[in-house]
């Protein structure tokens, strides 16, 4: 039997790289994403194996933001450095020891530790997690809510190329009477057969989020966290009895149980960055399976290494429980690495390779903003 090479830690680098949508999302309550900070993490061993981790906070979106993520990589550089990185569970248990909560920060540290262990093995993540159950995985198209009839017409090109399910953003005017054209608009351009659900991002008041839904009860609609708290949802889903798929509000496995007992998660958004990682990821998805409750895995908003990690853990998942997944980094530019997958007539597939199969260009994310070296 061969002994596993003793890996120690011996370097982090993170680097703020700017990430601009390819058009400006407005969402309810006056949220928008046009450029947004990614935080990319290279965490590098003696050995000369390196791993990757991306997070990309939206402001307004979480208690996240992306100037936290340095702070809280130097709190935790001295449980980092010198350790062995092979063995996820238990070092990321060591930095939720010393620091406590922030859960985006650690994300990205979680993450690249999965990268390094993949790598080490010599298999991708999706190996490590229980063995790829989906070669592609179906992708969502989600457009800014704007004008109904444009908002219709991206519908119509994107359903053309091959997607089958349509996230409508909804609440930027703050005009219920818009959101019922929106879904309705968007409904028809779709045609019949594929998903179309509606989201105000929290941005909606329960009487708002009722008379939409109702206004459109006769159409097959799945609504998305349309109010902030979890009761005020259930509400809506059962006065509306549309079927709801929550985000915001499902951020750790007391949340899940609690929209569970509720009755208002039909499907849920599973994203890495407000779990702290693949790891915790791994068991909320466990018991969304127990819920049955349909699953969209992927992040709050990043490039090319925040997708590859959401989709080893979706390829990893049985596809009953997949509703779908998100090419985050076909959003924005610029990528971090060209050859990492795109989406191919409305679906995706994970990279090949050892780890999460990304490979990302360091001499060109600039000049990092933090370097720490054992």
Same mark, same amino acid.
């Given at each position: 039997m061969t002994n596993f090479p003793d890996f120690r830690i011996s370097g982090l680098t993170l680097w703020r790289v700017p990430l601009t949508s390819h058009e400006t999302y407005n969402m309810a309550s006056g949220k928008t994403c046009a450029t947004v900070d990614s935080m990319v993490l290279r965490i590098e061993t003696d050995q000369g194996i390196s791993g990757w981790g991306e997070v990309c906070p939206i402001p307004h979106y979480l208690p996240a933001y992306a100037n936290g993520v340095a702070p809280a990589l130097e709190e935790l550089a001295p449980v980092l450095i010198g350790a062995n990185p092979v063995g996820v569970?238990?070092?990321?248990?060591?930095?939720?020891?010393?620091?406590?909560?922030?859960?985006?920060?650690?994300?990205?540290?979680?993450?690249?530790?999965?990268?390094?262990?993949?790598?080490?093995?010599g298999v991708p993540v999706y190996t490590l997690l229980g063995g790829q159950q989906n070669q592609d995985l179906p992708l969502y198209h989600s457009i800014?809510?704007?004008?109904?009839?444009?908002?219709?017409?991206?519908?119509?090109?994107?359903?053309?190329?091959?997607? /089958?399910?349509?996230?409508?953003?909804?609440?930027?005017?703050?005009?219920?009477?818009?959101?019922v054209a929106r879904l309705r608009f968007v409904r028809e351009a779709a045609g019949a057969g594929p998903?179309?659900?509606?989201?105000?991002?929290?941005?909606?008041?329960?009487?708002?989020?009722? /008379?939409?839904?109702?206004?459109?009860?006769?159409?097959?609609?799945?609504?998305?966290?349309?109010?902030?708290?979890?009761?005020?949802?259930?509400?809506? /889903?059962?006065?509306?009895?549309?079927p709801m798929k929550l985000d915001e509000n499902a951020h750790d496995t007391a949340t899940?149980?609690?929209?569970?007992?509720?009755?208002c998660m039909d499907a849920v958004a599973l994203k890495l960055s407000k779990f702290g990682g693949i790891s915790e990821l791994r068991r909320a998805r466990?018991?969304?399976?127990?819920?049955?409750?349909?699953?969209?895995?992927?992040?709050?908003?990043?490039?090319?290494?925040?997708?590859?990690?959401?989709?080893?853990?979706?390829?990893?998942?049985?596809?009953?429980?997949?509703m779908n997944v998100c090419d985050l980094s076909g959003y924005v530019s610029p990528r971090i690495d060209a050859d990492a997958p795109v989406r191919s007539k409305g679906r995706i597939s994970p990279p090949v390779g050892p780890g999460l199969g990304v490979w990302p260009d360091a001499d060109a994310l600039g000049v990092p903003v933090l370097s720490i070296a054992a």
């Open positions: 569970d238990a070092l990321m248990a060591a930095c939720k020891s010393h620091l406590l909560g922030h859960p985006y920060a650690q994300s990205a540290i979680d993450i690249a530790l999965w990268d390094l262990t993949g790598k080490a093995c800014t809510c704007i004008a109904p009839e444009e908002m219709a017409r991206i519908a119509k090109e994107a359903i053309s190329a091959g997607m /089958r399910q349509i996230q409508v953003k909804l609440g930027a005017d703050d005009n219920w009477e818009a959101d998903l179309v659900y509606g989201d105000w991002n929290c941005g909606a008041s329960r009487l708002d989020a009722t /008379r939409v839904g109702r206004a459109v009860s006769d159409l097959d609609i799945m609504l998305e966290q349309p109010c902030a708290t979890l009761e005020e949802c259930a509400a809506v /889903r059962h006065a509306t009895n549309l899940l149980l609690k929209a569970y007992e509720l009755g466990d018991l969304c399976l127990y819920f049955g409750a349909r699953m969209c895995i992927e992040d709050t908003w990043g490039s090319d290494v925040a997708t590859a990690a959401a989709l080893h853990v979706a390829a990893a998942t049985p596809p009953k429980a997949i």
